[in-house]
């Protein structure tokens, strides 16, 4: 999460460093704009920061304590995800395509996948199957899932290395926060 923050404090750096940048959010015509800049800042450093640390200490060995800590960081990272499209939303002025960010969509579809979400539904799979997160599921090189089978009456446990999947959706992230740095560099010197 490091290269994302760094790219967010640029964006910030460049923000107090522009008087056309302040002068035009700080008009009144500009206020939820203004108001949306600064909470997705915070929400991006704040998540960045949590799931940093995370990372660097890994899951509790305690079951119970490991799946909120789990819940947790995927929440923090969709938290992350919704405050870098209010800042490009804020600042660039259109809506933020994901559509061609594999590893951002694939850690929403992971927190669905793993979450049963939503639960009355097969969430891509065939009809008779379910898939939900289980207790002890492992860490951030091999989380394990569980899908349960109704024909068969089995269940397979499929896994995903999340903390490659956090760095790869980090390089997509940082991508959005530079594209972002850039539009405001041209737009306001």
């Not at 959010?25 to 929400?43: G, H, I, N, R, V």
């Not at 940093?52 to 969709?78: L, N, R």
């Not at 850039?182 to 010197?189: E, H, L, T, Y």
Request: net charge negative.
């Amino acid at each position: 999460m490091n290269k994302l923050l760094d790219a967010r404090q640029h964006i910030y750096d460049w923000f107090h460093a522009s008087l056309a940048m302040q002068s035009h959010f700080l008009q009144p015509a500009q206020e939820d704009p203004y108001a949306a800049y600064y909470t997705s800042m915070y929400l991006i450093q704040d998540t960045g920061e949590a799931v940093c640390a995370h990372m660097q200490a890994d899951f509790s060995t305690k079951p119970m304590q490991a799946y909120i800590e789990f819940w947790g960081v995927m929440q923090a990272i969709f938290i992350q995800q919704e405050a870098m499209r209010e800042l490009h939303s804020a600042v660039v002025g259109n809506k933020l395509n994901t559509r061609h960010l594999p590893n951002w969509n694939a850690i929403r579809e992971k927190r669905n996948l793993c979450s049963g979400h939503p639960s009355n539904q097969s969430h891509r799979r065939p009809a008779p199957q379910r898939a939900f997160m289980g207790r002890g599921f492992g860490n951030y090189k091999e989380i394990r899932y569980e899908v349960w089978d109704a024909q068969t009456h089995t269940a397979t446990h499929p896994t995903f290395d999340l903390g490659s999947l956090i760095c790869a959706y980090e390089t997509e992230a940082e991508k959005i926060l530079l594209d972002i740095l850039a539009d405001m560099k041209q737009r306001w010197p």
